[in-house]
């Protein structure tokens, strides 16, 4: 599946005024207000792109010497399917690692990197609340170091397959 835009982030002075104002204006869905570690949160979505309307507490992840002073786009999100190829691409072409927000196995992971003005974008292949290709408790993107518990799962899987393999079957080389 090709990279897909699916998160659009805002900087907010008043989250529970700007999510009325989408919902009644565009009759967006809406998750509850929240709590994460970088920032007070909700969540609003079509269905295809997620609007994540943010209160940043601090320049931790937002990189924002005064966040209270700051409003408008401060960045957006692609949905990849490979996370570890996906960033040699972005590091290849200029791109540089900014932040991850939460861990790698977390459900609302992010891994933000800054384009060559200094825009942040992140990446994630899990998707994004209120989405329609958002994954539950996906486990793909990462690399077996990365995720220890999916490497033994992908062992596990190779050690049935070759068990259930029917011998004597063979693939022909196409001519």
């Not at 949160?41 to 931790?60: C, F, H, I, P, T």
């Not at 942040?120 to 408790?137: A, E, M, P, S």
Request: hydrophobic share 35%.
């Amino acid at each position: 599946m090709p990279i897909r835009i699916r998160h659009i982030a805002l900087s907010v002075k008043d989250i529970d005024a700007t999510a009325d104002f989408y919902e009644k204006a565009f009759g967006l869905k809406r998750s509850p207000k929240s709590e994460g570690p970088t920032a007070y949160r909700v969540y609003m979505s079509d269905g295809e792109v997620n609007l994540a309307l943010l209160q940043y507490k601090s320049e931790v992840g937002s990189g924002i010497k005064n966040p209270s002073e700051f409003v408008g786009i401060h960045h957006f999100g692609f949905q990849c399917d490979d996370l570890p190829a996906q960033q040699k691409q972005i590091e290849k072409a200029g791109g540089k690692f900014f932040f991850d927000l939460g861990e790698p196995e977390d459900e609302g992971f992010e891994r933000k990197f800054k384009d060559p003005n200094g825009i942040v974008f992140d990446i994630n292949w899990k998707g994004w609340q209120l989405t329609k290709d958002k994954v539950k408790n996906a486990k793909g993107g990462l690399t077996p170091e990365q995720a220890p518990a999916t490497k033994r799962a992908a062992a596990a899987r190779k050690k049935v397959s070759k068990k259930t393999a029917r011998p004597g079957k063979m693939a022909r080389k196409k001519k």
